[in-house]
């Protein structure tokens, strides 16, 4: 990752037909290119390998749109040996598990008791093949769920579902359980806004507040005082009805949100300060 204009001529000049990034890396790369108006015809891109956070079938889909690609989603963790643990099959149907080198299950996190196949919980696993630091039930602190029914690619190793937020990402805001993924999940299902958010919580005569700032796709969208209006109304309700939530929706410019280049940085906690 990095220095995005040299990355752009690697991929062309050197005719690269894999890109491994994180998923937000590889948005910023796909509308970088647009945005400079190369003919997609000079890149040999066939296939993105993203992980390291999670990517939404929203933002997939657009990666792929922007680039003419295939995207596939992996999983893996540097303590495990890195990617590789769980990957994407033609089906798209959950990530299939390496079961010959990995032993996973799911628990509940407060109580470290296991759960049955389908039950969300927080993934632990095994290592079974390394020898110089193998680990026994590690907690990974990522929230998913393991489904063991056959796949309709005909593989038959077990299957996690996307992560849907993680232990130590859980905010508790006025009592509530709030998990990113899920604030993302809404925003993606909403007309005239970008893929680009951040959460910003304060704390005000000893109460928390959240304000979500969202990108438009459009800026011609700020010259519309009722359209905005009404979009940023329609935005709260949701967040209201599905996680029970008060929010306060700040929409702004198109690029006004930092990018970048490595996992996305969505949230800034200033309750303590």
């Known amino acids: 990752s990095g220095n995005t204009e040299k990355q752009l001529m690697m991929l062309r000049d050197y005719g690269v037909t894999g890109l491994v990034a994180t998923p937000s890396y590889a ?6 290119v647009k945005e400079a108006g190369y003919p997609l015809s000079d890149y040999k891109l ?23 690609i295939r995207v596939s989603d992996n999983y893996g963790m540097t303590e495990l040996g890195g990617p590789g643990v769980s990957g994407d099959c033609e089906a798209r149907n959950g990530m299939h598990f390496a079961e010959d080198h990995f032993l996973p299950e799911i628990i509940n996190h407060d109580t470290g008791e296991r759960l049955g196949e389908g039950e969300v919980g927080e993934l632990v696993i095994t290592t079974l093949t390394r020898r ?61 806004i970008a893929p680009h958010y951040m959460l ?19 800026v011609e969208l700020l010259e519309n005082y009722q359209r905005l209006s009404d979009l940023k109304k329609h935005i709260e309700a949701k967040m ?30 200033l309750r303590n300060q």
């Open 46 to 68: 066939r296939l993105g390998i993203l992980g390291s956070e999670p990517c939404t079938p929203a933002m997939r889909s657009q990666i792929e749109a922007n680039f003419n």
């Open 132 to 192: 110089g630091m193998p680990v026994l039930r590690y907690r990974t602190k990522d929230i998913t769920r393991i489904s063991y029914e056959p796949c309709p690619c005909g593989r038959t190793h077990a299957r996690m579902a996307k992560t849907m937020g993680r232990t130590d990402d859980m905010l508790i805001i006025k009592g509530v359980n709030v998990f990113p993924t899920q604030i993302e999940n809404i925003l993606i299902n909403i007309k005239d």
């Open 200 to 218: 910003i919580i304060t704390r005000e005569n000893f109460r928390d507040s959240l304000e979500i700032k969202v990108e438009l796709e459009n």
């Open 240 to 269: 209201q009805s599905i996680l029970g939530l008060r929010t306060k929706v700040t929409l702004v410019a198109p690029k006004t949100i930092e990018r970048f280049q490595g996992k996305a940085k969505r949230i800034v906690d």
């Open 27 to 32: 948005l910023y790369l796909s509308e970088a």
